[in-house]
């Protein structure tokens, strides 16, 4: 299980040295702004929905590791993905990071970030760009914040 656990860290440290979709998008039609007072982490997502399908996701921000990364592997995945299964997706991974059991299979490289469900202060870095996400498909124009 220690291995397990290095393995995890090493994708979260990975996500967070070298962001994946680590940008602006010019052509976004949906934005969000998120903000972890707790923490200082600040995350901007940009989407390009086209016929409920999200066909491009970046972002840009600062903040602590597991902020970062998981705004990172969220984009990754975001990809292709309907609203829908997007909403779905915000709802497994927010099972994930606070409760017991649940279906990590769905999630993917995600699931790394069960572990933070131990933390429950960094619980709100690892769904902050989750709460964006949710707030830029609700086409909320205002900042989000995890408190
Ligand atoms: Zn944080």
């Not at 976004?28 to 996701?57: F, H, M, Q, S, W």
């Not at 993905?81 to 709802?91: G, S």
Request: charged share 25%; with cysteine.
């Amino acid at each position: 299980m220690a291995e397990l656990r290095d393995l995890y860290q090493e994708v979260i440290f990975d996500h967070y040295r070298r962001p994946r979709n680590f940008h602006t998008l010019e052509a976004a039609n949906r934005k969000g702004e998120g903000y972890n007072p707790l923490c200082g982490d600040r995350v901007t997502l940009y989407l390009r929905v086209e016929n409920d399908r999200i066909v491009n996701a970046s972002f840009v921000g600062a903040g602590c590791a597991i902020s970062i990364a998981s705004a990172s592997l969220m984009t990754e995945h975001l990809k292709g993905k309907t609203v829908e299964q997007a909403r779905a997706l915000f709802q497994a991974f927010q099972d994930l990071v606070t409760r017991e059991g649940g279906d990590p299979q769905e999630l993917g490289k995600l699931a790394v970030l069960a572990g933070v469900r131990e933390f429950p202060a960094r619980v709100k870095c690892a769904t902050l760009g989750w709460h964006t996400l949710n707030a830029a498909l609700t086409g909320m124009s205002s900042e989000v914040s995890t408190e």
